[in-house]
C-alpha cells in the first residue's frame, strides 16, 4: 500500500514499494555473497565464486579481434556516411540494416530451417524489455500467463512487476525430465481458471533456463497445440538457441509454424537477444520477432520505452551481416561451450553429483537432492547456504526457479576461464568427500 | 502430479462466458444505477427503467455475441462491469469475422495503442518522413517543422567523432573506446563513469549555479522511459498528474498508456505568456479531487516545450510551497536547460532546492542528451531524485530501460572532452538564436508573432487570425491545409492540448538558413488564400 498522508512524508506507487521485484530471493543474495568476496586467480583465491550468472565470456576473443580487423561498419570517419542520421535516428522501427542482420543471424542459428522477415522484428532493449513488452501487450492486469517450472526467477518480475499480470506454474518433475506433458499443462490451466484468471498465453524458455536443455519437437507440437485449442498466445524465448551445443538438436517453433505453412501462427511470439550467444549483455539488444501484425505494431510502439542505441544498431550490423564471421563465431561457440559443459559434468560425476542431461546453454541442472537432509525446500535452502558460505560458490537453487521438486540447483560454467572452473570443481569435490565421512 | 482420468480434449468451441453470471451481472446493473441516480430525474423512472433497459440490452448483446461467435473464430469473453467494453467487444468480434486479424485475444492496452495514429502530432510526422524536403533533391517535399531535433551544429559533433575514432571505433590500442569491459553485464542504472560526466554537464549547461549528485541518478535509454519509470513510482493506475497546457505531446503516451495514470490539464493563456497560475494549479487540483481522483504530482517541462518560456525562481518556489501543501510530487522535465538563447537565466529545481529549506523528497528531474548534445538515437536520459525510496524503486525499474554499455563509453568519452563541450555548448547558443530571430522575424512579417521564448528549439506561433473559425476545428483546417498545400508538418495547439485555438509550435533547428525564405513563402501563400476565405 502506498504511504498515506497523515506522515509527512509523500507517497509512493504500490509498484514501487511491492516486492515483486523480487531481488530479496536467494537467487540475488547470492550475487551479493558473490560482490562483498569475489574471487579473483590470482588476488582473492578464497573468494566466492560466481556460478549464479548466466554471461558467456567463452568466446569474447572472437568479438575483439572482429572489431579489431573490421573497422568500416564502425567508424564515423571521414567519408563515412552514417553518423549524422545515425546519432538522430530514434526511429522505433530501427534501422533496417540492423534488423536484416538480426534476421539473418537468427536463421542462421537455426540452420536455414526457418525463415525470419525483418519486418516482423521489433527492436527492445534486451530480452528482459522484450518479455515485459509482450505481457503488457498479450495480458491484462489480473490476468496469467502459463510457465513451466522450474523457470528464470527473473520471470517474477520481468512477466509480473509493472504489468500485473500473473504467472501460473505448469508443473514439471524429473519423472520425464522435467518436460511439459499435456496433463500438467491441462493442470496448470484448470488451476489458473479456478482462481479466476484468465490465461493469456503460455511462455516458454527454449532452450530451457535453468534445465541447459532444448525442447523435444513432439513436445513443441503439444504445446503449440495447446495453445491454438485454448487460443491463447504462446511466447518462446529462444534466447539461448546459439547456446546449443549441436546445431541439429535445437528446434525452434518458427520450423513447426513453417512446417505448418504458418496455419494459426498469429498466437505465437519469439524472443530473442544478442546478451547470451554473443556474450553482449552490455549492449542491450533484444528482439520481439511476432507472427502476429497487431502484436507487431503495437510492440513497435511501446518500444518507444526501450530503445537500442543507434550507434550499437549499426555496429552489429555490420558485424551480423558479415556471413564469414557468423558462421565461425557460432561454430566455434557451440563447440567451447559443449567442451565446458562436458568438463563440468565430468567433473561433478567424479564428485558423485548427477546432472540432468543436457544440451544447450550456459548452465548444467545439477540433483543434490541425495544430500538433503529431508525432502524440503528449507532444507535445499540450508544446503545452498553451506555452498554458499563454506564451499564459496555462488549457485541457484532450484526453489528461487520454482522447481517443485527440492535439491535441484542451476550451475553456470560460461562466465568464467577454465582455471577458475577446475578451482570450482575441486571445491565440490572436496565437499562431497567431506560430506561422505561424515 | 497425475490425473486420474485420461484428458479429452473439448471440441474446438467459442469461449462464452463460463463465469456465473450472477456477479458480473449484478456489477452491471450497479454501475448504470449509480450513474443514473447521480442524475437527475425520479428515483423510479429515472433509475429502475434504463437500468432494466441496460439489463435486457446487455442480455440481448450476450446472446447475440454467443450466436455470432459460433459461426466466426471465437474471440474471448470478457466479463467486464463497463457497458462500454462490451460494445467494444462486439465490434472487434465483427473485425474478426472480416478476417484482418487473427482470432486470438491481445490486451485492452494493446487495443488502445494498436489503433492508427489519428494525432496529428503523429500524422504530420509521418507525412513529412514519407517525402521529406530537400533543397536540391526534393524541393516541393514536406517540410519538417514538427519534431524537435536540432542539426544546427552536427558537424562539431562529425567532427569529433572523426578525431577521435579515426580507424576504429574501439580506438587506438584498447584505449578508452575499447569493448573490454563494456561487453558484459552492466549496472542497470548506469555505470559511474557516465554518472560523473554526467553531472559535469549539466551543471555547465545550467550556468554553473547548481551541482548533480551521481549517486541521485538511475541512467535511462532516453527521457522517454525515465518520465514513465517516475510515474510507475509514483502513482497508482488510476490516479492523476497535473500538467500545465500546453504541453509536449509524447507525455500523453509517456504518463498514460501502460501506467493508467491520467493527465489532469491546468490551462495557461496568452494573457500570461502561458506561464502557469498557482490559482489554477489549485483550482484544478480541488475539481480534480472532487470527483474521486487522487492527484499524486505535477508533471511540468522547464523550459516548457512548447512555449520555451522559463519558470522564475519564484514561481519555482511557489510550486515547492503547493506541493508541499497538498503533499504531492513534482517532476520537473529539464531537458532543454542547455538550449537557452538571449540572456535570460535557466533555473534549475535542483539549484532551488539547494538554497532553501524545502522538503526534496517530493522533487524528481527529467534529463537527457536527446536535446542538448543532439544525440537523440544514443537513447540517454536520466531520472535525478533526491528520495531515497524512488530511487531505489527506479534503480531496478531501469533495466526494463537500459543504456548500451558500448553508447555509455562513447559518451563518456565526449562529454570529458571539455574543449570540445565548451565550443559546442557556445556555438550551438549562438547559431539557435540567430535561428530562431531570422525565423520569428520571418513569420512577422506575415503578420504573425511568437509568444516570448528563452529556450529551445521551436517558437509558438499565434496563427489564429488564419484559421476560418475561431475553434479547434478551425485550427485543424489550417492545420491540413499547412500540410498538405503548404507541405509544412508544424504541430497544432490542439494536439498540445492548448486552450486556445490558433497557436502553432514550428521547430527551426531541423533547417538551414536559406530554408527559412521557402517557409515564409509557403506560410504566405496559404496565409493569402486563408484570409481571402474568412
Redesign the interface.
Known sequence: M?IE?EQ??????????SET?G?DSPYFAGWKAYDENPYHESSNQSGVIQMG?A?N?VS?DL??KY??EH?EG?????G?PG??E?????DYHGLKSFRQAMANFMEQIRGGRAKFDPDRIVLT??A??AN?LLT??????G?ALLVPTPYYPGFD??LR??T?VKIVPI?C?SSNNFQVT???L??AYQCA?SM?F?V?GVLITNPSNPLGATIQRSVLEEILDFAT?K???LVSDEIYCGSTFSSSEFISVAEILQTRDYK?S??VHIVYSLSKDL???????GTIYSY????V??AR??S?????????QH?LACMLSNKEFTEKYIKTNRERLSKRYDMIIKGLKNAGIECLKGNAGLFCWMNLSPLLEEPTREAELTLWKIILNEVRLNISPGSSCHCSEPGWFRVCFANMSEQTLEVALERIHKFMEQRKRK | ???TRS?Q??N?EP?VQ??KPGRATAMRLIVPLQGVVQGRGGLIFGSLIPCALFYFLQLYLKRHRSSNSRSNP?S?STSSPNLAEITRTSSRSNLLSRGL??????????MS??KPNDSPYYIGLDKASEDPYDRISNPDGVIQLGLL?N?LC?DL??KW??EN??????GREGGDLS??G?????PVDGTMELKLAMAGFMSRVMGGTVSFEPSQMVLT??A??AI?TLC??????G?AFLVPTPYYPGFD??VK???GVELIPVHCRSTDNFILSITALDQAFNQTRKRGTKI?GILLSNPANPVGNLLSREMLYNLLDFAREK???IISDEIFAGTMYGNEEFVSMAEVLDSENF?K??VHIVYGL?KDL??????VGMIYSF?E??LA?AR??T?????????QR?VVSMLLDTRFIEEYIETNKKRVQNMRDLFVAGLKTLGIRCADSSAGFCCWADMSKLIPTYSEKGELELWDKLLNVAKINVTPGSACHCIEPGWFRCCFTTLAQEDIPVVMERIRKVADTSTLCS
Request: net charge positive; proline share 6%.
Open positions: 502506498a498522508i509527512p512524508s509523500v507517497g509512493l506507487s504500490k509498484v514501487a514499494v521485484h531481488e550468472l554471461e565470456q569474447f568479438l575483439e572489431l579489431e573497422s564502425s567508424s564515423w570517419g571521414k563515412a553518423f549524422r545515425n546519432a538522430l535516428f530514434q532493449a534486451g528482459t524489455a515485459e503488457f501487450i498479450l495480458a491484462d492486469p490476468d518480475r520481468d512487476w509493472r500485473g508443473h518433475d499435456p496433463q500438467a491441462e493442470a481458471e479466476n484468465k493469456r485449442r487460443n491463447i498466445h494459426n498469429e498466437r556474450g553482449l549483455p552490455g549492449f542491450r539488444v502476429n501484425d497487431k502484436v505494431t503495437t510502439r511501446m518507444s520505452f526501450t530503445l537500442i542505441s543507434s550507434q550499437t555496429l | 502430479m497425475t490425473l484428458i480434449y473439448p474446438p469461449e463460463t463465469r471465437p474471448p486479424i487473427g482470432p486470438v485475444r491481445i490486451s485492452s492496452r494493446a495503442i494498436a531535433e542539426r552536427f559533433i562529425a567523432m572523426s575514432l579515426s580507424d576504429s571505433m574501439m569493448i573490454s563494456i561487453t558484459t553485464y552492466q535509454a532516453g522517454t522511459p514513465e510507475f513510482c509514483l502513482a497508482d493506475h490516479n503516451r509517456d498508456w501502460r501506467t499524486r503533499n504531492i510530487h522538503d523528497n517530493r536527446s543532439s544525440l537523440p538515437g544514443f537513447r528520495n525510496n524512488v524503486a531496478k525499474l533495466r526494463f530501460s537500459s543504456i548500451s554499455a558500448l553508447t562513447l
